[in-house]
């Protein structure tokens, strides 16, 4: 039988904060992004500079569309495990992970360049 979660008895906080708190809960969101992104890197880069991340690696082998269905299918994943298991972390890597694809396929742009929200 699959697990059902009641999503309003989960609430931990007030859903209509003001901007002061959404900006204070962003800087923790962000902190949050940074430890996680750090953690893989001391993972899978070890102490060396110039060596690859596996995420730097996964392109070389199956090209910019194999990198993106993978990480499509890594936020897929995720979203299943977070329906069931409510885990923060699957929240915060789904974030890295929309950031570093999002990184990858939107090079850094001129300042009024951007594509999103017409920025």
Do not use: C, S
Not at 34 to 40: S, W
Not at 78 to 98: G, H, P, S, Y
């Amino acid at each position: 039988m699959d697990k059902v979660i009641d999503y309003k008895k989960h609430l931990k906080i007030e859903t209509r904060e003001g901007i002061p708190q959404k900006l204070a809960r962003f800087e923790e969101f962000t902190q949050l992004m940074k430890g996680l992104a750090l953690q893989g890197t001391e993972k899978y880069a070890g102490a060396e500079a110039d060596k690859k991340e596996n995420i730097d690696i996964i392109p070389d082998v199956l090209g910019e569309e194999g990198y993106v269905n993978y990480v499509l299918g890594d936020l897929i994943k995720r979203v299943i495990r977070f329906k069931n298991q409510r885990r923060e972390r699957d929240l915060v890597k789904m974030a890295l992970w929309t950031y570093l694809l999002w990184m990858r396929l939107f090079p850094k742009q001129e300042k009024g360049e951007g594509k999103v929200l017409g920025l």
